[in-house]
DNA sequence: TTAATTGCTTTGATTATCAAACTATTTGAC
DNA sequence: GTCAAATAGTTTGATAATCAAAGCAATTAA
């Protein structure tokens, strides 16, 4: 067992590593170069359905608000965020993407659709469940993990 | 299957960013505050064993001799690297752990293979199994993938 | 023996990050 | 209704992470 945990342990780390490169060096390589790959994150966070506000999108980044401001200040200068001051109560920004910015949000979810895809497409039905099985499992750990810890 | 894709992508993206939050807080709730969530890899990276050199462990991280060479200055400064240059070629510098930094070495892979192994016994062999093929194949595709990139 | 190459370090610039101080707005207590 | 407290976001100052490019020392090749 601990050979077989040693191996999934390297897989999952290499899988991360991979994943953050690939990112990386794919947006150099596009008309995007101007856009590192922490904001491309901070863009997916943004998303392009109902505006989110600084908080919620500094939150699901677990960054602070400041953090968040400094680099949402980059990326409306860069053309990609629109700020929007609430009506209803006007301390609340509501951040939204531009049009070059939902551009730069479908290429980013399709590299990430596409990779699932073709791993899960070599499984059959039964295969990518249990794949499924064991993600739901280690995120199960990692959530209680997250409770016992302080903050 | 777009739904299946859209899930299993979920996960991924929220496991890697729990590993990251709870390396990080598990770090600063410890003795070894002074080290960041990138430091600590630099030092997994180092590793316990033979010595690498910095060109090597640049490159394993991703990142450029540059960058390795500032981090490695803090991380002798701090007491967790040592650095010794080679004799056969006094242009190399091998980079290796203190006592210190193999003890956050082992603490920091503890953690690792108790993420794995309470994933894994919710499981039996065949799933373990199948999780890990899932794992082989996505690496795979990522692996290739970095291979059809411009550098 | 010099020229080119290699391995690493330093430097200057930019981004990422936090905590703390600050501003503007809203809410709550009276 | 007014003022104090709370809330949402911004700014600032400090530090870490990063790269590209310039620089240095050692090795290799011509």
Redesign the interface.
């Known amino acids: ?2 050979r ?6 390297s ?12 990112e990386e ?2 947006l150099q ?1 596009s008309q995007f170069k101007d856009v590192s790959i922490k904001e491309m994150h901070t863009i997916d966070a943004i998303g392009m359905y109902e505006p989110n506000t600084t908080s919620e999108v500094a939150k699901k980044l ?1 960054v602070t608000v400041g953090t968040l401001t400094v680099s949402v200040n980059n990326l409306v200068r860069k053309g990609y965020v629109i700020r929007v001051r609430s009506d209803v109560d006007r301390r609340v920004v509501k951040l939204s993407l531009t049009k070059k910015g939902r551009l730069l949000y479908r290429l980013h979810d399709k590299f ?2 596409d ?6 497409t ?2 059959n039905e039964e ?2 469940a ?10 199960g ?3 209680r ?2 409770e016992r ?3």
């Open positions: 067992m601990d077989q945990v040693q191996q999934i342990n897989y999952l780390v290499s899988i991360f590593n991979d994943v953050l490169a690939i060096r794919t390589s677990g990430h659709r990779m699932v895809k073709e791993t899960i070599e499984m295969e990518s249990v794949l499924m099985k064991g993600l739901i499992s280690l995120h750990f990692l959530e993990t997250k810890l302080p903050d």
